[in-house]
């Protein structure tokens, strides 16, 4: 799929005239080396969460077989965090992975604990609205893009990739290990991979940055710059372009005198409607 995508965004950008003005060089550096470097980073995150959550399902079993609830509970959240610093319980891929949670749940499908303190997912029924999770509890690891109700009032959801593993002692599933990487984190984890690669660039006034879209929604972090927003097309002319290459186009936009070049990339393996947007412009 990855090859696809950018195989059909090569010859949509070999439709770009040979102009160097108006955006154009830009558009052929998102082609040759930001699309392929953020999809990379992309696919090794899915592939991070995976093993992480396995991993850390097998080293976290023996708590879920302990009978005192509250020493289950302390256990686990003990036994949370510990793999994500560098013990020798340690995950190594949870280390470097941005999720902003990792829970044990129960085969009620009820968070047990979090990697926090302040546990405020305690008893929440994660399997309910999430099927990655019930599948995890049925035996399948896996991971899907889920919507997290917030804990607060008013605010919406969290749109979040979740994996989940099952965990299993003495042969039986006894719960299931949770990790969620939210769509904003992901974001802001390309922009700073992407910034830290061309870092000379950056400092010489390059500019470079990552979005994702969910639907029509956009996920970004605090420091994003809001004017870069505007320059995303709109539905419409995103399904044009689909049309004409499925696998992602490229386009330009000028703002306050300055062009940038901007890539539309869909990346189904994080979700069906979730598209990468990439932002470049040269000083």
């Known amino acids: 799929m990855w090859t696809r995508c950018l195989t059909s965004l090569a010859v949509a950008l070999a439709l ?45 079993a023996p708590g879920f077989a302990v009978e005192d609830p509250a020493r289950r509970e302390a256990d686990l959240r003990a036994g949370l965090r510990l793999v994500q610093r ?4 340690r995950v190594p891929e949870l280390m470097t992975l941005p999720i902003t949670f990792l829970a044990a749940v129960g085969m009620d499908g009820k ?34 893009l889920s919507r997290i109700p917030s804990l607060l009032e008013d605010d919406p959801p969290s749109v979040t990739v979740l994996f989940a593993a099952p965990v299993r002692h003495e042969g039986q599933v006894v719960g299931a290990l949770v990790a969620g990487l939210p ?80 890539g539309v990339i869909p990346v189904p393996t994080v979700g069906e409607d979730v598209t990468l947007i990439l932002f470049r412009s040269e000083p």
């Open 16 to 60: 770009v005239a040979c102009d160097e003005e108006k955006g154009h060089n830009e558009q052929r550096e998102i082609l040759a080396t930001d699309a392929p470097r953020a999809l990379a980073v992309i696919r090794q995150d899915l592939d991070d969460g995976m093993t992480g959550v396995r991993a850390a399902a097998e080293r976290l």
């Open 86 to 89: 560098p013990t020798r319980q």
């Open 111 to 144: 968070v047990i604990a979090r990697d926090a303190t302040e546990d405020r997912m305690r008893g929440f029924d994660l399997a309910e609205i999430a099927p990655v999770v019930q599948a995890a509890l049925d035996g399948s690891a896996g991971h899907a």
């Open 183 to 262: 769509l904003w984190r992901m974001t802001q984890q390309l922009s700073r991979q992407l910034q830290l690669e061309d870092a000379e660039e950056v400092r010489n006034g390059e500019i470079v940055w990552a979005l994702l879209l969910e639907g029509d929604t956009q996920h970004f972090h605090a420091g994003f710059p809001p004017d870069l927003r505007e320059l995303i097309p709109g539905p419409p002319a995103r399904r044009a372009g689909l049309e004409r290459s499925a696998g992602g186009f490229t386009g330009e936009g000028q703002q306050y005198g300055r062009w940038y070049g901007f």
